[in-house]
Structure formats: C-alpha cells, structure tokens
C-alpha cells in the first residue's frame, strides 16, 4: 500500500504557501505521494468570478509543485465527481494499492458540517487537519467537530495513520504560511495567461486536459 496524501482546493492560483504546507505533511506523515486535487469547481464558491480556467490552474499547480512528491490532478473532472465524498468514494476503487489520507486547513474543518456527506468523508479515509492562523479555535468549537472529537489520534503516532481505521483525525501544527492565493491574484491578476496549457497531460491519469 502507497501511503497517499490528497489536498483538495481551488489552487486559483497554487502557490508556496500551499507547497509548504504539502512538504511538512509529507515528512510528518511520511507520505510517498501527495496528490493536489485540482477541483472543477468549488460548491461553496460557485459563481466566484475570479475563477481561471481548470487547465491553468493545473499548469500552476504542475509549476509550484516540480521537483517534489507532490503530484498536482485534474482527475475529478475525469470523473465525473462534484462532491469530495463521490471523488474519494471512487479514487478508493480506482487505486486499491493506495492508502489514502485526506488532509484539509483548520479554515476547511470550521465549515466541514457545510459539505455534502462530511460524515461519509470521514468513514471513507482518515483525515488530518493542518493548523491555520485565526482558525484553530474556531475550527475546535465546530460543529463538526463535535461529532469527530471522538476520533482524534494522537500526534506522536503521525505515521501509522495506514492501519488507522477510518474515522480518524489527527491535528498537525507547524509555522504558518501567509501565503494567500488572494494574494497572489490582486498582484498579478493576469497570472493565467502567462502558463502554457496546450497539450497538458494530468500527471496521475497521464490523459490529456480536455
């Protein structure tokens, strides 16, 4: 089994920010692969008009996440999935020889009961929440929490999250980062056009992005 992290998210644009985050729970977790789940869309954000196109998001994802075990993916649109229950329900299937851990910001756990099936979510793989400035409290007073507090690990056992019976969750806590794709996108509103998209394969699927 390849213990396999997923960081789900808009990456509109990626940035270091989000590769720092990734190499800590890499290490922490001792994770073979991460994959950047580069979503469609975002249902809590649909009608968002800053949103770029699926194919530059991933060039910007490929571009911050080279030379490393991260591994950026368009593989929902693939898919056919809206919903992260539906995605890791059929990512589960489609890669029998993976162990798959989901790992989510506090900012993400504070709006968790929002999800489609959160409680599925949390059957279907262990996840691990990474500490974000201005959350953590907010996210431990949840009300998604108060189902999950029942399932948190201790942190001195990071790595053996892969005999983990889901529900499991984990809290991880390093510097932070305040990198913000926000950010990014008032200082350099034009960021899309300067990727090159034509011909770009998925690096999991290794299909070309429609």
């Known amino acids: 089994m ?16 989000h590769r720092r985050i990734s190499l800590f729970a890499i290490d922490a977790l001792g994770l073979e692969d991460l994959w950047w789940l580069v979503s469609p869309g975002n249902p809590l954000k649909d009608g968002a008009n800053d949103m770029a196109p699926l194919a530059a998001r991933l060039a910007s ?67 691990a929440v990474i500490a974000r400035p201005g959350y953590d409290s907010l996210a431990l007073r949840a009300p998604a929490m108060g189902w999950l507090k029942r399932f948190v690990r201790r942190g001195g056992a990071l790595k053996k999250w892969t005999i983990w019976s889901p529900p499991a969750l984990v809290l991880l806590r390093f510097r932070p980062d305040p990198t913000s794709a926000t950010r990014v996108r008032a200082l350099s509103p034009d960021w899309p056009s300067s990727l090159k998209t034509h011909g770009l394969r998925d690096p999991v699927s290794r299909r070309l992005l429609p």
């Open 2 to 17: 390849i213990p396999t992290g997923i960081l789900g998210g808009s990456f509109n644009p990626a940035h270091n920010g």
């Open 61 to 127: 994802a490929n571009a911050v996440a080279r030379h490393s075990r991260i591994r950026p993916t368009a593989i929902e649109a693939r898919l056919g999935t809206r919903y992260t229950a539906e995605t890791l329900a059929k990512l589960v299937r489609l890669y029998p020889h993976r162990r798959f851990i989901w790992l989510m910001g506090a900012d993400n756990l504070a709006q968790f009961h929002r999800w489609r099936d959160w409680r599925r979510i949390a059957r279907i793989v262990p996840i």
